[in-house]
């Protein structure tokens, strides 16, 4: 890639990053109620996003003998975490870490 080519590829990732972040708020003002079903997206999007991420990093793991035991057991702290502390981002940076030093030190 030339040196004009990564200049434009950056301005253009800039550009589309930028208009993502300011466009809602152009299109919705602050003074002006959003419209129903933007409400209610904002309402039941994030479970859904949380639902498909649990799916997808469950979706190559294998419950049989111990291969699948660290995913279960840090699905297990995060939700007693989660259920304890009430903090979302609490509850997936403890059950990463949790389930790296598991697979990196327990299960090698």
Known sequence: MTVTQ???TILAVVAAT????????L?????????AVITYL??????AV??????YCLKDA?????????????IVF???LHKWRKNTLLSIAGGTILYMV???????
């Open 6 to 8: 990564s200049i434009l």
């Open 18 to 25: 930028m208009l993502t972040r300011f466009l809602p708020f």
């Open 27 to 35: 299109v919705f003002p602050e003074g002006k109620n959003p419209p």
């Open 42 to 47: 904002g309402t039941v999007l994030p479970y």
């Open 50 to 55: 949380i639902g498909l991420l649990v799916v």
């Open 62 to 74: 294998v419950f049989t003998a111990w291969h699948g035991l660290p995913e279960l057991i840090a």
């Open 78 to 80: 995060i939700v007693i």
């Open 102 to 108: 598991l697979v990196q030190n327990f299960f090698a």
